[in-house]
């Protein structure tokens, strides 16, 4: 009897030993593989920011202001040449898709509106630009790379998070998805 | 499970090597220590029973078993080591050229090794899953590993009886036999002496010093254990935090990793050089640099609150916490944060201010102005009447395949490209300005802009740091400690004495320190008529 009991107590000691030490073990390589990924990743919800939009007096867009829509979420900058190329595919798309009901919104990283501003001239940009000027939103986003873009249902959840240029037929590809069923 | 009962009545647990009461070598199971017939007896842990192998039931025990063994835990070591080692082949990512992409630049760098190198995880060890899993894996065989030896050695340690069996004696390293009359009495005073603790049973006599000495070892195991979960809680942002800020004179920027909630603004960055003339105790040693050295690094800082809970990119509202002149090693502090002085750029432009006037004529002025390289304007207009309107603006300029592109947003070599309208309203012409440089394309420009002076700021980088595990850190490192010098600064030394028929025995043992041994007893045994026993292992050596 009392052979019996030391031996299940063993056991317990032995299993839970075992345990917390299987734990400790999970914690780390969780905690060590969630630092690698992205601050907000595909399947959440996309966080909601306010910023300036370019174009205007001092006008402010949040992304709430979408709700209902499509989003496609761009980063970029003027000095980044891959953000550059892909400028004018979404121009190209951005009339088509919008009576679909999806939104291009750009976040662009400059610090000088001046230089924006010209950009957008150049390129003739009619979809909604904002100024991320501290970059807030882009570490709120935990974007490192540009361009980076985000693919957004109407439900506002990200539905694909593509980091680097997009070609045409790609970019068409992903706002085909995040297009709200009629 | 067997119980092995010794003739002397004590009942040893399966595995044991020798008794844990009067030490006799149990037959059966002298393999384990690998003692041979004759020879002196192993007394690692005692001779207790430690990972018991025919516990073998189930899973939890095959596990438990599996990191018991020293064996396995010094194979986990070395393949770390071999791992750690391997690894500082190539770079390690984080001293990769910046920007290159680490998926191809092993492979365009080193070849087919290299390719290997990144796939394996390599290129950056401390954060591969596997690497991790070894680390662990050691954390778990050194816990598993000290519980099932410090439980049985105690329980042998406390177990242990004055009156020993006569083999375990014998094959002590070191033994002596004495024939004729000895002072028993007088032995044990000077035992006691000595500080042994003395034990006797029926004229079997046991002394005993330094026993805690024994413990040392998982002593400082606990220490590693504590140090380990310090290094695990690093891995919640809510213990540690290590992240970086660049902030630019004048400039109010928000300190990352704290979700906005705290800003930092750079109201002044100074660095300061020793000066030779001034301070002739360094005087001869800053000759014989070319550089000058820097003597002290420090950010005027305010960090502020922010009061309102807006949505991220609303305009915060700030309230002032600190005011702080952070320099090398003096951080300002809040909230569990600290900002450290860590790097610097120096002289980044912020303002550039330019004349207007004829091409032929430097002293035919038509005004003057400054454009804000933060902020810059769309069109400047002068006291003359002319217009200046910004066309582009390069912040980083440089060529690219003849087309002038700024690498960043940073004004650290400006440069324009101006329309000039004259006062009288005509056609526009083109200038391209920046430092150093003033293009006219055409060459038939009326008008020239000349850079007439400039402003610059330096930027400071802050380190943001926050860290609760060095408490943890600290009380591991400190029994850690505790435990190498109790280990190692006491000697756990036994003497046993037993009566014969025609005099006594007489035996010793140490886990470390010989000569220590040797000296108590001879101490111990003057004028007792008590031989001095001999070191059997040297007699054979």
């Known amino acids: 009897?009392?052979?019996?009991?030391?031996?299940?107590?063993?056991?317990?000691?032995?299993?839970?030993?075992?345990?917390?030490?299987?734990?400790?073990?999970?914690?780390?390589?969780?905690?060590?593989?969630?630092?690698?990924?992205?601050?907000?990743?595909?399947?959440?919800?996309?966080?909601?920011?306010?910023?300036?939009?370019?174009?205007?007096?001092?006008?402010?867009?949040?992304?709430?202001?979408?709700?209902?829509?499509?989003?496609?979420?761009n980063f970029w900058a003027t000095y980044c040449k891959p953000c550059e190329e892909e400028m004018p595919y979404m121009q190209e798309l951005y009339p088509k898709y919008k009576e679909k009901g999806v939104e291009i919104v750009g976040v662009n990283l400059d610090s000088t509106k001046l230089v924006v501003n010209r950009f957008i001239d150049k390129y003739e940009l009619t979809f909604t630009n904002l100024h991320d000027k501290n970059g807030q939103v882009m570490d709120q986003y935990g974007i490192s790379p540009i361009p980076s873009t985000f693919f957004i249902d109407e439900n506002g959840e990200i539905v694909d998070k593509v980091i680097g240029p997009l070609t045409l037929e790609k970019l068409e590809e992903h706002l085909k998805e995040i297009q709200p069923e009629a | 499970m067997k119980?092995?009962?010794?003739?002397?009545?004590?009942?040893?647990?399966?595995?044991?090597?020798?008794?844990?009461?009067?030490?006799?070598?149990?037959?059966?199971?002298?393999?384990?220590?690998?003692?041979?017939?004759?020879?002196?007896?192993?007394?690692?842990?005692?001779?207790?029973?430690?990972?018991?192998?025919?516990?073998?039931r189930n899973i939890v025990d095959k596990v438990w078993n599996f990191f018991s063994s020293v064996k396995v835990g010094v194979w986990l070591i070395i393949i770390t080591l071999v791992a750690s080692s391997l690894g500082t082949i190539f770079p390690q990512e984080m001293y990769i050229p910046p920007g290159s992409d680490p998926a191809t630049f092993y492979e365009d760098q080193y070849g087919l090794a290299g390719k290997i190198y990144y796939q394996l995880g390599f290129h950056n060890l401390y954060s591969t899953v596997w690497f991790m899993l070894m680390i662990a894996l050691i954390g778990v065989s050194l816990v598993i590993c000290s519980i099932d030896r410090v439980v049985p050695l105690h329980r042998a340690l406390k177990k242990q009886k004055p009156k020993r069996h006569h083999t375990f004696l014998k094959r002590q390293r070191v033994f002596g036999e004495t024939n004729g009359q000895a002072d028993v009495e007088a032995f044990k005073t000077k035992l006691r002496k000595q500080r042994y603790k003395v034990w006797d049973e029926d004229g079997h006599i046991l002394a005993e010093k330094g026993r805690f000495s024994r413990w040392g070892p998982y002593v400082n195991h606990i220490g590693l254990i504590i140090f380990l979960l310090g290094a695990l809680l690093r891995?919640?942002?809510?213990?540690?935090?290590?992240?970086?800020?660049?902030?630019?004179?004048?400039?109010?920027?928000?300190?990352?990793?704290?979700?906005?909630?705290?800003?930092?603004?750079?109201?002044?960055?100074?660095?300061?050089?020793?000066?030779?003339?001034?301070?002739?105790?360094?005087?001869e040693a800053l000759m014989n640099q070319n550089a000058p050295v820097a003597s002290n690094y420090q950010t005027n800082a305010v960090i502020y609150e922010r009061t309102n809970n807006d949505v991220v990119g609303a305009e915060p509202e700030l309230e002032e916490i600190q005011k702080k002149e952070i320099v090398v090693n003096k951080?300002?502090?809040?909230?569990?944060?600290?900002?450290?002085?860590?790097?610097?750029?120096?002289?980044?432009?912020?303002?550039?201010?330019f004349t207007l006037h004829e091409t032929d004529d430097e002293s035919a002025v038509l005004g003057e102005f400054t454009v804000d390289l933060t902020d810059p304007e769309m069109e400047y207009e002068l006291d003359s009447g002319a217009?200046?309107?910004?066309?582009?603006?390069?912040?980083?300029y440089y060529m690219d395949e003849n087309q002038p592109r700024s690498k960043s947003k940073f004004p650290k070599n400006p440069a324009f490209v101006f329309y000039v309208y004259p006062p009288d309203g005509g056609d526009p012409e083109v200038s391209f300005a920046g430092i150093g440089m003033n293009i006219d394309p055409t060459n038939e420009n009326q008008y020239k802009l000349s850079l007439a002076g400039y402003d610059t700021r330096d930027v400071t980088g802050l380190a943001v740091k926050k860290d609760y595990t060095l408490p943890f850190m600290a009380v591991g490192g400190l029994i850690f400690m505790i435990g190498v010098v109790q280990g190692m600064y006491w000697n756990h030394r036994r003497i046993w004495l037993q009566p014969r028929e025609d005099g006594v025995w007489i035996a010793g043992h140490t886990n470390k320190n010989w000569y220590g041994l040797k000296k108590d007893i001879e101490k111990s045994i003057d004028q007792t008529g008590i031989d001095i026993p001999e070191d059997q292992q040297q007699l054979k050596g």
């Open chain 1, 1 to 73: 009897m009392d052979k019996k009991k030391k031996k299940q107590r063993r056991m317990i000691f032995r299993t839970l030993t075992l345990a917390v030490l299987v734990g400790l073990v999970i914690f780390a390589i969780i905690g060590n593989l969630s630092q690698d990924d992205a601050v907000v990743a595909e399947g959440e919800q996309a966080p909601n920011f306010e910023l300036e939009q370019f174009g205007t007096e001092g006008e402010r867009k949040s992304l709430d202001d979408f709700k209902g829509k499509g989003v496609m979420l």
């Open chain 2, 3 to 56: 119980k092995i009962k010794c003739e002397c009545g004590h009942v040893n647990p399966e595995g044991t090597v020798l008794c844990e009461a009067c030490g006799k070598p149990i037959e059966g199971n002298q393999h384990i220590d690998g003692n041979k017939k004759d020879s002196l007896l192993n007394m690692r842990y005692e001779g207790s029973a430690r990972r018991s192998q025919t516990y073998n």
């Open chain 2, 235 to 283: 891995f919640l942002p809510s213990m540690y935090i290590d992240d970086f800020v660049w902030v630019r004179e004048g400039e109010t920027a928000v300190v990352p990793s704290t979700d906005g909630q705290y800003y930092v603004k750079n109201e002044d960055f100074i660095l300061e050089n020793y000066d030779p003339d001034k301070d002739e105790r360094f005087q």
């Open chain 2, 331 to 353: 951080p300002a502090k809040f909230d569990g944060f600290a900002l450290y002085q860590s790097s610097y750029q120096l002289d980044e432009f912020s303002a550039m201010s």
């Open chain 2, 387 to 396: 217009r200046v309107v910004i066309d582009e603006y390069f912040p980083e």
